[in-house]
């Protein structure tokens, strides 16, 4: 029978070494990979955050501006010289979030001959907004009468439309060299604002013994989410005892969305060509030999609000990239990457030589 030597119980604690953690591994950290795993799941909510703010913000409304020019440069026809001249815009925008609608009501009244366009009253209907308005300029500088040109806007703007408010009055630039001839009636305060949104009655009346009364609504107020300009008589009814009167006004009003967008819902169909309705036009020389061309067109660009849009999905963009690249760094960088690009002497100048 074979006898095993039990060593003594002293011996047996001196021949089994105490065990210590290996040098120079370091312990993995548990919470090293949630902690990654957190960041890269932050910046991808946060990218989808962005790409959707930029889908949902409102945006500026890019359909086509429209232009009304009416009136300008009315000259005597072959039946003689000018007698009469009338001409009114009443523009109506409504403008909620991306939607809009306008209509356009125009008169023209010029005798002898039709005004540049035919004589009568339009309407037109359009999806895009007016922000254009020229009439009565370079007329009627051949005979002493009377000229009457007016501009009525209303802008009702969705509160929800980006740059709807603040409200500010309208800048003016009127009746600069006017009534010069002497003997005459100048009812107008003259102003040199620079960058206007009415520009009337510069250079005008100044043939001696007339009257120019020109006006800008005091209440006029304007926004930015629909820029106007307005620009009408000037350099109109120079010749002596011509009688020019012309207004402008620019009212806007600030609305509930709701109210905006069931006026744009309920508007009425937008016309291709303006819609005439015959008027009893006084003429020496028949309306009809003028065609009925519009006076309002249509011209590409957009309306002045701010659209803040693209920069969110910049934004979103950088943020994504951000993601992807803890993703690589994560899974391809050795784990010593930092160690090393910090005991890299990345700015370390040659030695100068002696």
Known sequence: MRSHTIPAQGNLAQSIPATSPAQGIPAPSPASRPAWRSMVMALMFFTSVFSVAGLALPTTAQAATMVVDQCNVHVPGAGGATTALKCTVTVVNTISGTSTHSRTTVTRL?????????NGTFVTDSVSLVTVIRQCNGSDNDAGHAINCYVNVINNIGRDTPDAQPLTAPTVNQCVGSGTGGGGVLDCTPST????????????GNGGG????????PQSSVSRAIPITVTQCNG????GG???TCNASVITRITDPAVAAAAVAAAPTPTATPTATPT?????????SAPATPAVSTTSGSTGSTDHSGLLMLIAGLVLVAAIGALLYRRYAPKDLFAR???M?????????H
Do not use: E, M, W
Request: hydrophobic share 30%; proline share 9%.
């Open 110 to 118: 010029c005798t002898i001959g039709p005004c540049s366009s035919a």
């Open 236 to 239: 109109t009814g120079n010749p």
């Open 242 to 244: 011509a009688v020019l």
């Open 193 to 204: 604002a620079t960058g206007t949104t009415i520009t009337q009655c510069n250079g005008s």
């Open 280 to 288: 009893a036009t006084p003429s020496a020389t028949p309306s009809q």
């Open 210 to 217: 007339g009257a120019v009364h020109c006006t800008a609504d």
């Open 341 to 343: 690009l910090t005991t």
């Open 345 to 353: 002497d990345l700015f370390r100048r040659p030695a100068r030589k």
